[in-house]
């Protein structure tokens, strides 16, 4: 079993920043990937960014720029860095935790609100 706990959503006017965490923990065999992806009320969830093992990173056109994830292998945590917040932006984020053979990992979700 792998756990996945977001933190660091909440309220934040258009143009700030917000830094969101994701502690992964359990068993683990080897991480292929670590993103973070975003549901918006009434659509498809979609990818924001990711981060492979070896450092490499992907992010949506959306938030390049903007956003920026990074990992701490001794904490074992993935950070979204979210900065020029806009309230397209509002969304659910969630974590994700990717294996080679095996079932995705998902996190319960923070809630992101961008407004004024």
């Known amino acids: 079993q792998v756990q996945l706990v977001e933190s660091g959503g909440g309220l934040v006017q258009p143009g700030g920043s917000l830094r969101l965490s994701c502690a992964y923990s359990?068993?683990?065999?080897?991480?292929?990937?670590m993103g973070w992806y975003r549901q918006a009320p009434g659509k498809q969830r979609e990818m924001v960014a990711v981060?492979?093992?070896?450092?490499?990173?992907n992010y949506a056109d959306s938030v390049k720029g903007r956003f920026t994830i990074s990992r701490d292998h001794n904490k074992s945590t993935v950070y979204l860095q979210m900065n020029s917040l806009k309230p397209e932006d509002t969304a659910v984020y969630y974590c994700?935790?990717?294996?080679?053979?095996?079932?995705?990992?998902w996190g319960k979700g923070t809630l992101v609100t961008v407004s004024s």
């Open positions: 981060i492979t093992s070896s450092g490499m990173t």
């Open positions: 359990g068993t683990i065999f080897s991480i292929y990937t």
């Open positions: 994700n935790l990717r294996q080679l053979g095996r079932e995705d990992s």
